[in-house]
């Protein structure tokens, strides 16, 4: 079994911001599939040609690992069957880079997810949000608590269904045939 989770924070005031395009895209991958209220977050199993369990903690950003923790604790999921899609200042906006481990970046969701599944090696599906313009007044954590830009907000539901492109490539071919391809593109 295979956990996706996305990132993003619980309630009306966070929907829209860039730091909840991880809900936006497993949103999308679970389509019409019912969601219910378990491991402090909403889930969902997806069972077509692989059984596929989706997560949205609801723990806000910085407790994420909790509830990563309680779902792949329930399923005995290994943390190399975990996938977490994040928001990611480092990639350019519209990008989409796939890989195993690494560092946090200064990201707290990801730090609690490390934390709570001890270990580092676990998929990330890193969606480009971009750097905060050179005119902007405030902190990167500032940035991605706000909404698109006008222009980025058009192109969301394109970028949100190349994140879900990526998941399934990823589930139907494979970790390493999925980088190849997702991280090629530019």
């Not at 497993?26 to 019409?32: D, K, R, T």
């Not at 350019?92 to 580092?120: D, F, I, M, Y």
């Not at 005119?135 to 608590?145: I, K, N, P, R, T």
Request: net charge positive; proline share 5%.
């Amino acid at each position: 079994m295979l956990l996706v989770v996305g990132l993003g924070n619980p309630g009306a005031r966070y929907e829209s911001t860039r730091h909840n395009i991880g809900f936006k895209i497993v949103e999308a991958l679970a389509g019409s599939a019912a969601w219910t209220e378990r491991f402090k977050g909403n889930f969902c199993l997806i069972n077509d040609a692989h059984k596929l369990g989706v997560l949205k903690p609801s723990t806000f950003m910085n407790l994420s690992g909790q509830s990563v923790r309680a779902a792949s604790d329930f399923y005995k999921i290994a943390p190399a069957d975990v996938l977490v899609v994040h928001d990611e200042l480092d990639v350019p906006w519209r990008q989409l880079r796939l890989k195993l481990g690494g560092g946090e970046a200064g990201h707290n969701g990801l730090r609690s997810v490390t934390e709570h599944l001890g270990t580092r090696d676990y998929y990330r599906l890193r969606v480009g949000i971009g750097r905060p313009p050179p005119e902007f007044q405030g902190s990167g954590a500032d940035f991605v608590l706000q909404a698109f830009a006008p222009v980025q907000k058009a192109e969301l539901p394109d970028f949100i269904a190349e994140g879900v492109a990526a998941i399934r490539l990823f589930i139907e071919r494979g970790a390493s045939q999925a980088m190849n391809e997702v991280n090629r593109k530019r």
